[in-house]
């Protein structure tokens, strides 16, 4: 493309460092059968047809070891491994690599008992991790890039869900069931991941069920919330499931034929739509019919 248009681009080299990650497998993305990147030990040979292009500039190396991590200690292994890679690239073809991108992948705190690092401490390792490895390989220091989307803003969104139905089955399990569920958080059908929630009038009062929180969809995995400790809940009770600032709207669908919800900001008093809420209209704007049919 950058030949087709006469230009120069300059491009950073995914690399899979090969570690893995505390986290689910689904969000590993570094380890050694990764389907991302380029094998750590096949980008020396790479670097000489990047180098070959005359329409592409060589600006570093990118990798991504995963999402939601909590142990920092793979980020200072793919650190060290990166570094003897940018190593061996300047004794191979002379040439310096300026960016290290280290990805995203900090966790954050969706259950009273997550304990993820705070941005400070990840930033400041890395850092000081770099600078000793650049020092012992002997290597210009490059600039640190990452990607800490998730560990900005995942703890301040929240979901606010609408009990529309009580289903207990003697003996067995309570459901509640809302007026949302995969259609707007795929995460725990996807993942298995966990949340909590309270009921919006009643955080304060003592809980007395075990419950399942389940969604609206004709599918039986689309359930929210397992064992969730709450009061006794009534229909028409707004529910609000914490920690959905990120992959929650980004991964929304119209599934079962379901418009999205809308966003709404809310910051010092203040709130406002940042999202419209989608109609049943919006759903089948883009709908056709062939002509010749």
């Not at 047809?49 to 070891?65: A, F, M, N, Q, T």
């Not at 910051?267 to 919006?282: F, H, I």
């Amino acid at each position: 493309m950058a030949e087709k248009l006469n230009t120069k681009v300059k491009i950073m080299l995914r690399v899979t460092p090969g570690i893995d990650t505390h986290t689910h497998k689904y969000i590993q993305t570094g380890q050694v059968d990764s389907k991302f990147g380029i094998s750590i030990h096949k980008v020396p040979d790479f670097m000489k047809e990047v180098l070959s292009k005359k329409h592409l500039i060589y600006d570093g190396l990118h990798c991504h070891l995963g999402s939601q991590i909590f142990d920092l200690s793979p980020y200072v292994l793919a650190v060290r491994e990166m570094v003897k890679l940018i190593k061996k690239i300047k004794s191979l073809s002379g040439i310096d690599s300026t960016n290290l991108d280290l990805g995203g992948g900090l966790g954050v705190k969706y259950l009273e008992s997550d304990t993820p690092p705070s941005i400070e401490y990840f930033v400041n390792l890395m850092v000081d991790t770099l600078e000793n490895e650049a020092i012992k390989n002997d290597i210009p220091r490059p600039k640190i890039l990452i990607e800490p989307g998730r560990s900005i803003i995942g703890e301040a969104g929240i979901t606010i869900y609408t009990i529309g139905a009580i289903k207990e089955i003697t003996g067995l399990k309570k459901y509640l069931i809302v007026d949302g569920g995969m259609t707007d958080n795929p995460r725990p059908i996807l993942y298995d991941a966990k949340y909590e929630a309270v009921i919006l009038d009643k955080i304060d009062t003592t809980p007395q069920e075990i419950l399942t929180i389940a969604g609206k969809c004709c599918e039986s995995g689309d359930i929210l919330i397992k064992d969730l400790k709450l009061p006794l809940a009534a229909l028409g009770d707004l529910l609000v499931v914490f920690s959905t600032g990120a992959y929650h709207y980004s991964m929304s669908s119209n599934y079962n034929g379901l418009p999205r919800p809308a966003v709404v900001l809310v910051n010092n008093g203040k709130s406002g739509l940042m999202v419209q809420r989608e109609t049943y209209a919006d759903l089948v704007k883009n709908d056709t019919i062939p002509e010749w049919f």
